[in-house]
């Protein structure tokens, strides 16, 4: 029977898809498929829709852009410090959870509040902490000079205090998120291979390397693959800490310079900010596939 | 290596407020292990049999009460210094590690003194796979293994380290009944061949009569009966441990003893007497709370599915209601407003499948919807109906009434 219908079944499946078809093409693929259209249209103009000629010039001049470079700069320095950083130190706190019994729904509360807490909201914290104002230098200035240090602008001063914040805040941001997992991934691990390995009288440590972190390590790859992801998509952080003049303060990200590039102040350049997005797509690609590779031989998915 | 356990007692406190009350796991646990033998804890799940073999392995501490393994005190011990090996129901084996690696786990582990040599190390290794029969086996992940492998390989690991003793939790219960068979016998030959002594917990009665040297019946965390499988199957000393042993199981009648008579509804089914004097009268009605023998009163009656035997003049007259026919045996279903269960079965021996055809044939029993038995007094059992405590006697065969 199945098989005698199968042409038709296929049209009403088909006639079934159109409606999430439509809208996938229509907001997805057509766009993805239209960005990379522009980034190779040389001198397009928004207003009168049209341009010189197809080529690479657009990535020519992105690539020169210094601005660029620095964004790819700033972006690279954020990925390859916070994701680490991030997802060892929420390994390490899921475990401290997962291993004390009293209170740890209340300490589980607080580790997830920053995930349901807004973005601009911590934006301003971070300002308190951080910022130089006319009436006070933050709290963290203020901890510094009683230990006797000097006090540094972290919002409006030197290159590497600013980067600190950022780091600081993109760690603090994604941590909740990763403690989630973690938590939930320690919790599924079966408790008799604990047992198991109490019997055998496996050291604390080597039960951890050798059996806990196998165990979890499906999701701990997970969590970097898409912390990788997440931090070069780094924006809207930025902009909360450093405002929406990010190129003066030197600490645009990637996406934020295709921003600027379509309707910032120095935007109204489609082409410009596709060949950017194409590129930062690139790069993600290339590092999602190392990942990969990498994971096929030090993942065990049970 | 001898096991002894002392007076031991687990206690779970309750929890939260619907469950307040204290669970006792298990209960005043006293029995003696001879070294080398093969003991199988028996019971229906949740009977605290699981407990008794944590309780051994040193996973949980008992409330009260002791533990020896041989002259040591073991029972303030943690696991990995007890010198245990623990096989789990679910296995166990680490999924991410080869056969090999299982298996090398527990020596790895060894520090110090005991630290060994890689190549001690693999000959251990190899030794205990050897034992096990899993050596082409001991590149491939747990994950490529039947359940019956991952058994083996299970054993293995728990046994690398020469352990003093080797417990088994459920070993059989993820095997399929062909495996289960094969596998049961497997560890019967390992734990011959290495000499360890070896407590397996189960719940299923034939598993553990059939290789036990010993059995534990358990029921609500306390021990109901220790002793070799046949002896206890043939001298439960109660209900429970009646009705748990014994596939089909034992069929229980509401009966009564009156005048030296065992009555099952209107039917005398034995002459009864006082153990020890059989054949002879004993004497006249002892009030019912000092009696020794069977007195008059009401009482429980087991009578195990072989203890029927088929006869046209029978005492105990059933409701017919069909023939099992289950390779070597036949087993009559039958029905008694008496009876406990809705079922009666009576396994006949082929000696009597003649009798059996004659049910169908047309020359047979008069009534063909009724069917009648007389009673092997050897396979029947009393019970008191309050404590469901064994009640001795001595019986002869009633004889049939005539129909």
């Not at chain 1, 934006?123 to 933050?138: H, I």
């Not at chain 1, 196998?214 to 701990?220: L, T």
């Not at chain 2, 029995?31 to 040193?58: A, E, H, Q, R, V």
Request: neutral net charge; proline residues 4%.
């Amino acid at each position: 029977m199945g098989g005698k219908k199968s042409g038709h079944g296929g049209a009403k499946a088909w006639l079934y898809l159109l409606p999430a078809l439509l809208f996938l093409g229509a907001f997805m693929v057509y766009p993805l498929f239209d960005v990379f259209v522009y980034s190779f249209e040389e001198g397009y103009h928004s207003a009168s829709q049209t341009y010189f000629g197809i080529g690479a010039y657009n990535y020519s001049y992105v690539l020169h852009d210094t601005y660029f470079l620095q964004a790819v700069k700033n972006t690279l320095i954020l990925v390859v410090i916070t994701v680490p950083l991030s997802t060892g130190i929420a390994l390490l706190i899921s475990v401290g959870l997962s291993s004390i019994t009293p209170l740890r729904n209340l300490f589980q509360t607080i580790y997830f509040l920053p995930y349901v807490t807004n973005t601009l909201a911590v934006g301003l914290v971070f300002m308190v902490l951080f910022k130089k104002t006319a009436y006070s230098d933050g709290l963290i200035n203020l901890i510094l000079t009683w230990f006797g240090g000097t006090a540094v602008d972290f919002i409006d001063g030197p290159y590497w205090a600013k980067m600190f914040v950022l780091c600081f805040y993109t760690i603090w941001v994604v941590m909740p998120f990763k403690i989630l997992i973690l938590t939930s991934a320690l919790a599924s691990v079966n408790q008799q291979y604990y047992n198991a390995a109490r019997v055998d009288g496996t050291s604390r440590f080597r039960t951890f390397t050798r059996i806990t972190l196998p165990m979890i390590s499906p999701m701990i790859f997970y969590l970097i693959i898409t912390g990788f992801i997440g931090a070069f998509k780094a924006y809207s952080d930025v902009v909360a800490l450093f405002g929406t003049n990010l190129n003066a303060a030197g600490m645009n990200t990637i996406v934020g310079y295709v921003y600027d590039m379509l309707y910032g102040d120095s935007g109204g350049y489609p082409s410009y900010a596709s060949a950017a997005a194409i590129i930062l797509f690139f790069i993600v690609l290339t590092i999602t596939c190392v990942n990969l590779i990498f994971s096929k031989k030090n993942i065990h998915y049970t | 290596m001898e096991i002894v356990l002392q007076n031991l007692t687990k206690k779970f406190p309750g929890r939260g407020r619907k469950n307040h009350q204290e669970v006792i796991a298990v209960s005043d646990f006293s029995f003696k292990i001879p070294d080398g033998m093969l003991i199988g804890l028996l019971g229906p799940s949740g009977c605290g049999k699981s407990t008794t073999l944590n309780l051994i392995s040193g996973l949980q501490k008992p409330t009260s009460g002791k533990i020896f393994f041989g002259a040591d005190d073991v029972t303030d011990l943690q696991p990995e210094n007890r010198g245990i090996g623990l096989v789990f129901q679910n296995y166990a084996l680490y999924p991410h590690l080869t056969v090999r690696q299982n298996i090398l786990f527990p020596l790895e582990n060894l520090k110090g003194k005991d630290k060994l040599s890689k190549q001690v190390m693999m000959e251990k290794a190899q030794e205990a796979a050897k034992l096990v029969q899993i050596e082409e086996l001991m590149d491939r992940k747990p994950g490529e293994l039947s359940g019956g492998q991952q058994q083996r390989v299970a054993i293995a690991r728990a046994l690398v380290k020469m352990p003093r003793v080797l417990l088994l939790d459920e070993p059989l219960s993820n095997l399929d009944a062909r495996l289960r068979l094969q596998t049961r016998e497997e560890i019967r030959r390992i734990q011959r061949e290495t000499g360890i002594t070896t407590i397996f917990v189960t719940h299923d009665q034939e598993e553990a009569m059939s290789i036990s040297d010993m059995i534990v019946v358990m029921n609500a965390g306390v021990v109901q009966q220790i002793g070799k499988p046949q002896e206890v199957y043939d001298n439960p000393e109660n209900l429970f441990v009646a009705k748990f042993l014994g596939t089909p199981p034992i069929n229980v009648f509401e009966g009564r003893i009156e005048g030296h008579k065992l009555y099952i509804g209107a039917d005398a089914v034995l002459d009864i007497f006082a153990p020890g004097k059989s054949g002879e009268a004993s004497e006249t009605d002892v009030a019912p709370d000092k009696r020794k023998g069977p007195g008059n009163g009401e009482v429980y009656v087991g009578v195990r599915p072989e203890g029927f035997s088929l006869e046209e003049t029978g005492p105990l007259c059933c409701v017919f209601g069909g023939v099992e026919v289950m390779g070597r045996d036949i087993t009559v279903i039958s029905a008694h407003s008496a009876c406990q269960s809705p079922k009666i079965r009576a396994i006949i021996s082929a000696d009597y499948r003649k009798g059996i055809e004659r049910l169908y044939s047309a020359d047979g029993f008069a009534d063909k919807s009724h069917i009648r038995f007389s009673l092997l007094p050897e396979k029947v059992f009393l019970f008191d109906k309050m404590t469901g405590k064994r009640i001795a006697f001595a019986a002869s065969m009633e004889k049939g009434k005539g129909n």
